[in-house]
């Protein structure tokens, strides 16, 4: 596995200057350190800093870019019509309602968190997925009668879904994929990450393969785990 840092700066922009002051105000309450100017230079601060960019943001990424700075970039309103501008690289886009959590997040967490979510295809994939794996290529333990009112947390479910073939396949082929491009999501911001995991009602196989590939990524120290069976109510 790679190597994670913690990222603890975050660069504030916005539609305008309130929208930016605004951002400010939320991200101090969060207890995060705030400097502002026109270019990145958070004067040695240590800890969580959230940098107030003020014009010509799309340069003062560039520079940051060309010294190797590690951030994460949130963009505070509007499309504010600047190429390469925060709004156009933002890594999270947010109205006035989710900055506060938002800075929360960004505030407690050190470590990328990985989500391994089940669903159902036929209420529709996710749309915060980064990732989508179909299982509709496996057996569904819904035609088993004593297995379909069970789901796929349940030991003879997970059974009969993983013993096949083809799941072991699946999901060695997904580990060998994902896992070197962790650190990669980290060093360029993504605090959170997505892998969806579908079937026809999401209860069976995709919880099974779900809660499988959370179980082996939850043996990295470098990410955090969790588990969603969005159509189980979970």
């Known amino acids: 596995s790679g190597s994670f840092s913690e990222v603890s700066l975050v660069v504030l922009g916005g539609a305008s200057s309130e929208r930016v002051e605004a951002a400010v105000r939320e991200f101090e309450a969060a207890g995060f350190t705030v400097r502002r100017g026109a270019g990145l230079e958070p004067d040695g601060a240590e800890g969580d800093v959230a940098f107030a960019l003020q014009g010509g943001a799309a340069e003062a990424l560039r520079d940051a870019d060309a010294r190797g700075l590690r951030y994460v970039l949130v963009h505070h309103g509007p499309d504010d019509g600047e190429p390469e ?59 088993v009668p004593e297995l379909k009112p069970l789901d796929g947390r349940d030991p003879r479910v997970r059974e009969y879904v993983l013993g096949q073939p083809v799941a072991g396949r699946l999901l060695d082929g997904l580990e060998a994929v994902i896992v070197p491009l962790l650190p990669e999501y980290s060093r360029r911001g993504r605090m959170e990450l997505t892998i969806a995991f579908g079937c026809t009602g999401g209860q069976h196989r995709s919880v099974a393969l779900a809660e499988e590939m959370a179980r082996r990524l939850s043996q990295l120290d470098e990410v955090e785990v969790r588990v969603k069976a969005r159509d189980l109510g979970e």
């Open 85 to 143: 501008g925060t709004y156009a690289r933002a890594h999270h886009r947010v109205e006035s309602r989710e900055l506060a959590g938002l800075a929360r997040r960004l505030r407690a967490r050190s470590r990328l968190e990985v989500t391994c979510l089940a669903f159902g295809y036929k209420n529709g994939i996710p749309e915060d997925s980064a990732w989508v794996v179909d299982s509709r290529c496996l057996d569904n333990p819904y035609w």
